[in-house]
């Protein structure tokens, strides 16, 4: 079980914690199940980017920032 | 142990991943790939010459803030003027904040700004023109309005600064979705004006688009690692035009088939080189017989879209 924070900045803020029963989870893993299309949004973790490929340690928190509209 | 992905190049920790080049990049490389982009699609199509007086269109967005942060960064190689101007549209809670940031960042590079508003051009903000073409009924969006009359100003703008260009924060994303729209409306006269080498009307700046080769996505990501502030905020109308559905679509592509958008475009530019060696493909504006602007028709777009406004 994996418990993450995302931090969804998309004109507003909006905050969820998420827990996945996996033993492994990536950011693109995280964009499939919110439906988000990885061409319209970077990701932060720490206030650095980061992969849509990046592994996620359980409690981490990241932040999805939508940065083209439409998505 | 480090289990983050590695920079194709030089092994360092990945910051982005470049699916249409199938690389990641670091913090590093991703700036030196960004930037070799830009200068070779300004240098390749002979965007600044030595003298040249280029005003910014600076909406205080990422791709217009991003231009005007590269090209002062240019005056070091090529001796020009450079000054920015912001169209305030009067979209209120959206325009007002972002030309905080327009005023802020021209502040922070020292450079001379100008803004003037739809109000003083054509005597409506874009608010005031929303408003009456809903109880008129009008079947155009604002985006249409909004389209017309910035370019419009922009041009009048630029031109009595004596600029002798306009440098505008146009992105990969958006000129292949232009392409696309052009296509769908059976447009091509727009689609022929969209990269016009040549000048069309002595009273016409001529546009230079330095970001038309760098998906947007990028552009942000290069404006956040590098600390360059910018407004984020969506247009309160956007999600009204065209352009919106077309976005989501090239997107949901891109996503599939990395690369297609590129694809999509420099195929699209050499279409278009190849209709511009046809002579009835090429064209001159004449000017509108109202009010004197550019324009391809006897009447222009400003002065059809006034009238409807002004009932």
């Given at each position: 079980?994996?418990?993450?924070k ?6 507003k803020?909006?905050?969820?914690e998420m827990?996945?029963?996996?033993k492994?989870?990536t ?12 061409e319209?949004v970077l990701?932060?973790k720490?206030?650095e ?7 996620l340690d359980?409690g ?6 939508r ?5 | ?11 360092k920790?990945a ?7 199938e ?7 991703f700036?030196?790939f960004f930037?070799k982009?830009?200068h ?6 002979k965007m600044?010459?030595?003298g040249?007086r ?8 990422k791709?217009?803030?991003?231009t ?6 240019m005056?070091?190689?090529?001796k020009?003027?450079l000054f920015?101007?912001?169209?305030d549209e ?8 972002a ?19 739809f109000k003083?051009?054509f ?8 408003e009456k073409n809903?109880?008129?009924r009008g ?7 909004c389209?017309v009359?910035r370019r419009r ?10 600029a002798?260009k ?7 994303d958006?000129?292949?979705?232009t392409y696309?729209?052009n ?16 000048s069309i009307s002595?009273l016409?700046?001529k546009r230079?688009?330095p ?5 947007e996505r990028?552009i942000a990501?290069?404006?956040?690692v590098k ?5 984020m905020?969506e ?6 035009g ?8 090239m997107n949901k ?7 297609s958008?590129?694809?999509f475009?420099?195929?699209m530019?050499?279409?278009i080189k190849h ?12 000017s509108?017989i ?8 006897e009447?222009?777009k400003?002065c059809?879209l006034?009238?409807i406004?002004r009932?």
């Amino acid at each position: 079980m994996l418990k993450i924070k995302v931090k969804l900045v998309d004109g507003k803020i909006s905050k969820k914690e998420m827990v996945l029963n996996k033993k492994e989870v990536t950011v693109q893993d995280i964009l499939d199940i919110l439906e988000i299309n990885r061409e319209t949004v970077l990701i932060r973790k720490k206030n650095e980017l980061i992969t849509e490929e990046e592994i996620l340690d359980n409690g981490d928190e990241i932040e999805i920032l939508r940065v083209i509209s439409g998505g | 142990m480090d289990k983050s992905p590695k920079c194709s190049r030089c092994g360092k920790k990945a910051i982005i991943d470049i699916r249409y080049r199938e690389e990641k990049l670091c913090r590093r490389c991703f700036l030196k790939f960004f930037e070799k982009r830009v200068h070779r699609n300004i240098e390749k199509n002979k965007m600044i010459k030595p003298g040249d007086r280029v005003a910014v269109a600076l909406s205080g967005g990422k791709d217009s803030t991003l231009t005007l942060y590269i090209l002062k960064e240019m005056l070091n190689k090529v001796k020009c003027e450079l000054f920015a101007v912001t169209v305030d549209e009067g979209i209120k809670g959206y325009r007002d904040k972002a030309i905080e940031f327009a005023k802020r960042n021209t502040k922070e590079l020292d450079l001379t700004h100008i803004i003037v508003s739809f109000k003083e051009i054509f005597g409506y903000t874009l608010n005031e023109i929303v408003e009456k073409n809903k109880v008129l009924r009008g079947a155009r969006g604002p985006c249409t309005f909004c389209g017309v009359f910035r370019r419009r100003a922009l041009n009048i703008l630029s031109r009595e600064l004596k600029a002798s260009k306009v440098a505008t924060g146009h992105n990969l994303d958006d000129e292949s979705q232009t392409y696309l729209m052009n296509f769908f409306r059976g447009d091509i006269e727009s689609s022929l004006k969209m990269n016009c080498d040549e000048s069309i009307s002595e009273l016409f700046v001529k546009r230079i688009k330095p970001l038309s080769t760098t998906p947007e996505r990028e552009i942000a990501a290069y404006a956040l690692v590098k600390g360059i502030p910018f407004h984020m905020d969506e247009c309160p109308y956007a999600q009204e035009g065209m352009r919106n559905v077309v976005r989501v679509h090239m997107n949901k592509i891109e996503s599939t088939f990395a690369g297609s958008r590129e694809n999509f475009y420099y195929f699209m530019n050499e279409i278009i080189k190849h209709l511009k060696t046809k002579e009835k493909m090429k064209f001159k504006l004449s000017s509108c017989i109202l009010c004197g602007e550019p324009s391809s028709k006897e009447i222009c777009k400003v002065c059809e879209l006034l009238k409807i406004i002004r009932g």
